[in-house]
């Protein structure tokens, strides 16, 4: 088997092909794939079929496996067996009629995973298990073009500022900021970041979580924020992703946003998640 790396005829993202990931990896072929990832922010795997364990041997030769942010007694995943590394991504339910996961149903918003925490998570490892018939597709949207494609005016006005991300576990509707943030997850992050491994800058928003722009009046911050919405999920910046069972696809949170479309809900989606641990991010320029 020969490792290849083709990229999509997108934006973003890129195949993988030759490699069989529930073995372990020898060194080279670790720097080859993760300098790749580093390159087109998002891996496809196909035809993968790992277990639990797999899936987490493989992430880790890519950094540390991240602890999720949800509070270990409100994980179903936990209730479930699992430690707190996991994430089902699902609507399935037990015979109780209690759901088995996380993001059960239905289309969910653009936005990076855990930009409201301290320090968010670099990757995110997704391994699919069971899909609808259609839809629930994931698309990717590249944060390097989405900078690029900003107005000279509209960088000069934010440079040095803060975005506020607050996540309140929904999927297509931003945290109220007429109510107060008490017992929500919630971070002042760089609106402009920069990316500590490429060095290279992307916008750092996005329509689920971001709800304020550091020393604006609410009205224009409003309005920015939707402009950089717009910008930062452009049609030319991204990749919709058609999954498929044994799929495992692997982003990079720090530059790249994702959203997932809607499906039939009388039907079964599961993916397996975990991710990689990352660092503060960097104000960019
Ligand atoms: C995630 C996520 C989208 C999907 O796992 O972080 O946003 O397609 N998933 O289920
Ligand atoms: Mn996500």
Redesign the pocket.
Known sequence: MTLTITPFDSPIGAEVTGIELRHALDKSMVETIYQAWLDNIVLIFRGQSLSKDEQIAFANQFGNVGIRATPKDAQNEVANGYDGSIMLVTNQRDERGNYIGS?QDGE?WF???MSYRPEPHKA?LLHAIELPSTGGNTKFANQYLAYENIPQEIKELLFGRKVLQAYNFTMLEKVDLKESLDGIQHQWQPIFVRHPETGKTALYVSRLISAAIEGLERQESDEILGQLIDIAEDPSVVYEHIWQPGDLAMWDNRCST?A?TDFPATEARLLRRCTLEGAPMISGS
Do not use: C, E, G, V
């Open positions: 993001l969910m936005h990076h995973d995110t994702h997932r």
